[in-house]
T-cell receptor, first 114, second 113 residues
Framework: AQKITQTQPGMFVQEKEAVTLDCTYD???????LFWYKQPSSGEMIFLIY??????QNATEGRYSLNFQKARKSANLVISASQLGDSAMYFC???????????FGSGTKLNVKP | NAGVTQTPKFQVLKTGQSMTLQCAQD?????MYWYRQDPGMGLRLIYY???????DKGEVPNGYNVSRLNKREFSLRLESAAPSQTSVYFC????????????FGPGTRLTVT
């Protein structure tokens, strides 16, 4: 069963604008973690942001924020003031099983236009 | 501080051949992971090791074996390679103990013909 769903295969955003990348998840566990990773065309995986299921505040890391809506089981990534270097694949992931089993979504390809 | 290193970077195998992918981390992390990434898809967990001396199956373990040689090293073995195992393989590690950010290696691109 799909545990992480990213419904936007590709998105465009104008430079300096904000963009939201969608992620929904499915679990009956009470304790879990939600992550976003960036994968540039060079192929490496870069950690962006983490949200724990018990965290009441939305996580923020610089220009990245995670809009966590527990009841809706969504964990959307918001990138503010997009830059050309933000063009990449973005993956949402969830950690279960005492944070040992990670499940990734299929990704969203973001293109930032000048 | 090299982080997570993987060898080799590229490999071509014939169907039925075997090989071992090596992974090492120098961050004193407790947990290590092996993933595969097929074209246009996200990563899928093959095996993980929550601590030295333990290994467990992930989402797609069939056709693979692993060894946690020590705290630093976690290897992935393909005993009899099949074309369906053509993929990019990533190794990752986390400190664990409430720090779950995964650090990834650069990946190994494997082609099985």
């Amino acid at each position: 069963a799909q545990k992480i769903t990213q419904t936007q295969p590709g998105m465009f955003v104008q430079e300096k604008e904000a963009v939201t990348l969608d992620c929904t998840y499915d679990t009956s566990d009470q304790s879990y973690g939600l992550f976003w990773y960036k994968q540039p065309s060079s192929g490496e995986m870069i950690f962006l942001i983490y949200q724990g299921s018990y965290d009441e505040q939305n996580a923020t890391e610089g220009r990245y924020s995670l809009n966590f809506q527990k009841a809706r089981k969504s964990a959307n990534l918001v990138i503010s003031a997009s830059q050309l270097g933000d063009s990449a694949m973005y993956f949402c992931a969830m950690a279960l099983g005492n944070f040992n089993k990670f499940y990734f979504g299929s990704g969203t390809k973001l293109n930032v236009k000048p | 501080n090299a982080g997570v290193t993987q060898t080799p970077k590229f490999q071509v195998l014939k169907t039925g051949q075997s090989m071992t992918l090596q992974c090492a981390q120098d961050m004193n992390h407790n947990s290590m992971y092996w993933y595969r990434q097929d074209p246009g898809m996200g990563l899928r967990l093959i095996y993980y090791s929550a601590s030295e001396g333990t290994t467990d199956k992930g989402e797609v373990p069939n056709g693979y074996n692993v060894s946690r040689l020590n705290k630093r090293e976690f290897s992935l073995r393909l005993e009899s390679a099949a074309p369906s195992q053509t993929s990019v393989y990533f190794c990752a590690s986390t400190r664990g103990q409430s720090s779950y950010e995964q650090y990834f290696g650069p990946g190994t691109r494997l082609t099985v013909t």
